[in-house]
């Protein structure tokens, strides 16, 4: 019998995402992985978990007492049911599912119906806000190529210190503080409190700078 391993799933859909980071962001939070599985270019809200190349893979090697480590739900994917349904289906086959951010834990260990309530019906929040939240970024990101064509050719003002990677992650920690995400993504306070106030003009920024 193989011991049972630890496995991070890293999903990268845009230029400024890498899978180094996401590696990196693993290892500095205390996981040691056995193996690093990936998707490059696909995404989380149209290519269902099972469709996509490491994703199947997920499927064909995660055994009962695995650990299945991602940054973040979303990373799974960006459609409700889609995250719900994998999510269940893995802790059903005894996988631990474990995100960076926030530290949150999904097993099937737990027996008492009032724990089990409580599991699903976050599993079902996380699976929820990720489709929401990738449906307000999509918007942002029209909004600032719509901003961008309207000022292109005049002054963009400062170069962003921020990436749309960040962008991401800061728009996708809705409960969490200001100092926890500036501590994960290396931003000043100042930058996050921006961007959480103006996510569309953040996104107009990025999109302004991408022209040049």
Request: no cysteine; aromatic share 6%; charged share 25%.
């Amino acid at each position: 019998m193989t011991s049972p391993q630890t496995i991070l799933y890293a999903r990268v859909s845009t230029s400024d995402q890498t899978v180094e980071h996401q590696r990196s962001q693993a290892e500095k939070a205390g996981f040691t992985l056995d193996q690093v599985i990936t998707d490059d270019g696909v995404s989380g809200l149209s290519v269902p978990l099972k469709d996509r190349p490491g994703g199947r893979r997920l499927f064909d090697i995660l055994r009962q007492g695995d650990t299945l480590v991602v940054r973040w739900v979303d990373r799974l994917g960006r459609n409700y049911q889609d995250v719900s349904d994998n999510i269940r289906e893995f802790i059903r086959k005894g996988v631990i599912i474990r995100t960076v951010i926030n530290n949150m834990t999904f097993d099937g260990s737990t027996q008492d119906p009032m724990q089990m309530a409580v599991r699903d019906a976050l599993i079902g929040f996380m699976a929820a806000t990720a489709q929401a939240q990738a449906e307000a970024n999509r918007e942002a990101q029209k909004a600032g190529i719509a901003h961008a064509a309207q000022v292109e050719g005049k002054y963009r003002g400062r170069k962003p210190s921020y990436t749309q990677e960040q962008l991401h992650t800061i728009l996708g920690m809705t409960g969490s503080s200001v100092s926890e995400i500036a501590k994960l993504t290396g931003l000043s306070r100042q930058a996050i409190y921006r961007i959480r106030n103006d996510p569309a003009a953040a996104s107009a920024a990025l999109q302004s700078w991408s022209q040049t």
